[in-house]
Structure formats: structure tokens, C-alpha cells
């Protein structure tokens, strides 16, 4: 399987995560198998877990990393509490998030993730479960224009939701191109010259149809109490939404006491659970942007646990 997907950040990532040789590590988001492959090249007695919800990436991923020490196992990254106990493993050292949509998905019209081609209406990066066409065509206006709000921060989201129920009245919205159609008659011309206008509203349905922001806040949480003691969590943003997400949960990780200020002393004796590797966000170099503009937007946070 061609699986092309340039990964995003590696060495940045690579060597943020301090490898050690004998440990065990995650990758939750496969994908092609960039990053894991540079995890595994660098383990001797040491463990990855490679996981992804989307078959396909399974499935390229285990022709690439064949013949490494590395197990491969089709789950949603939400879930790694469960898969890393079905392993017989407790703790780990490090775990890696690559969010968002790869460029295989993109590119593989047949799934239905760009607006760019004419294709079924879909975006399920597992393949199972509702789709996108489910939502557009069953949810309500008012739910539509919540989601395209929301998460595609959208602010022409009222026209686009209420265009979408008038016109899926005389027949169903089931195509790529049929919802881009109605987007582009749904914002002004001006909206239309600057950007495509159909990027945050594909945006709002792949995050909704994937509970992206749902899966991610549950991830964080869980992979911060699997860490051992100097494990590090770094995880590749490609949104606002995303980034805001990790950035306040990595605050929290980190955040000592929070007595009210005038409290003269301390009594609620909490002290930070980690440091913050990065306290900026690190971003592709001009040269990665070039070589692969899809990385624009990406941008890398790091996260060292010091306390159980």
C-alpha cells in the first residue's frame, strides 16, 4: 500500500522525547509510520506500541516498520489505557500524538476528508460508525450551526447550516462537492476570493464525525498517568482548537499551588506533577514548510512528567 504521509516535526519530535533505549514508548497516531519508525530504530531492549484507528494506516505501517520491535494494534488513541493493558503494560516512557488529518487521507478521495474532489460524503478515519453525510443530512439546524461554529470557528456557520437544511429537503447532501456548493453560496463573494471557504466547515464535520476534541482530552489525561517518572508526552497540533486544548491541560499538569492569593502560607500542598520541555510552541522550520506545505500549521508541545 502507497501510504504517503511526510511526517510532520521529526527530528524536533525525535529528539524532544529523549530515547531511551531500553524503554517502552507509544505512538498513538501512526499514520504511515514516520515518527514510529524513528522510535524503533533507536530501541534495543526497549518497546513501541503503535496505534491507529484508520485500517489502512495499520496496515502501511506494519509494511514499514516490519521487522522492528514494534507492535502494531488498531485502536482509537483514547482507548491506550486499555491497549497498553492487554500488553501486560503498566508504565511507559514516552507518547507521541501526530493530530489531525494525514495527507494519505487527503489525498485518498475515496474517503472523503477534502473538498478539493468529488467523493462520498465521509470523513471516519476508523471506517465505521456516522459519517459525515449521517450528520449533514440528520442534524438539526441548530446543531449543524453549533458544529460548524464551534469547531470549524465558522462565522458565516448560520448561513451554511441554514442552507444545508433547505436545500437537503429536495434531496440528500451526499457528496464532497454537493456540500462545498452550498458553503460557497452560503458566505459572501469577498470570503470566497480570500480562501476556500470550505476548510473550516470540513474542518467542524471531521472533528464532530471523529470526536477528535473528545478522544484528545481523554488521550492527555490518560497518557499523563501512564508516564514514568522523566517520560516525556509530546504531541503535534495543527488547529486552534487543538493547540488551546494541549497547551491548557499541559498548564494544568504543571501548575503548583493554587491556594488564593492572600493566603499567607501554602495549605493546599500541591506541587507541580511536570515542566513543560518547550515553553513556546516549536514550529516547522521555513525550510519543512516548503518541502511540505501542509505543515504550515503545525505546531509542537512537549511535556517532561517529575512527579507521580
Request: charged content about 30%.
Amino acid at each position: 500500500m502507497d501510504f504517503k504521509h511526510l511526517p510532520v516535526l521529526l527530528d524536533e519530535t525525535i529528539e524532544g522525547l529523549n530515547i531511551k533505549p531500553d524503554g517502552v514508548y507509544v505512538d498513538g497516531t501512526v499514520g504511515g509510520g514516520g515518527h514510529s519508525y524513528e522510535i524503533a530504530r533507536r530501541l534495543e531492549s526497549g518497546r513501541l506500541i503503535a496505534v491507529d484507528r484508520d485500517p489502512d494506516a495499520i496496515k502501511a505501517a506494519g509494511e514499514r516498520l516490519y521487522g522492528l520491535n514494534v507492535k502494531l494494534v488498531r485502536s482509537n488513541y483514547c482507548d491506550i489505557d486499555g491497549v497498553l493493558r492487554a500488553l501486560g503494560i503498566e508504565k511507559i516512557d514516552g507518547m507521541i500524538l501526530d493530530l489531525g488529518v494525514s495527507s494519505w487521507q487527503l489525498d485518498n478521495r475515496e474517503r472523503g476528508f477534502s473538498y478539493h474532489d468529488d467523493a462520498p460524503l465521509d470523513m471516519r478515519m476508523s471506517k465505521e460508525g456516522v459519517s459525515a453525510a449521517d450528520i449533514v443530512n440528520g442534524c438539526s439546524y441548530e446543531q449543524l450551526r453549533r458544529i460548524i461554529f464551534e469547531y470549524g470557528e465558522e462565522k458565516y456557520a448560520k448561513n451554511i447550516a441554514s442552507n444545508i437544511v433547505k436545500l437537503r429537503e429536495s434531496k440528500p447532501i451526499e457528496s464532497t462537492a454537493e456540500l462545498a456548493d452550498i458553503i460557497s453560496m452560503s458566505v459572501p463573494q469577498k470570503a470566497r476570493r480570500d480562501r476556500n471557504p470550505c476548510r473550516k466547515t470540513f474542518q467542524a464535520l471531521r472533528i464532530e464525525v471523529n470526536n477528535e476534541l473528545g478522544s484528545l482530552s481523554e488521550a492527555l489525561d490518560k497518557a499523563f498517568e501512564l508516564l514514568n517518572v522523566g517520560g516525556r508526552l509530546a504531541v503535534i497540533t495543527f488547529h486552534s482548537l487543538e493547540d488551546r486544548l494541549v497547551k491548557q491541560r499541559f498548564a494544568g499538569f504543571c501548575q503548583g499551588c493554587t491556594c488564593p492569593p492572600e493566603f499567607p502560607v501554602c495549605v493546599c500542598g500541591k506541587t507541580p506533577r511536570a515542566r513543560l520541555i518547550n515553553k513556546k510552541p516549536i514550529e516547522p522550520s521555513a525550510e519543512e514548510q516548503r518541502i511540505n506545505p501542509r505543515s504550515r500549521s503545525a505546531k509542537l508541545r512537549i511535556l517532561e512528567k517529575i512527579k507521580d
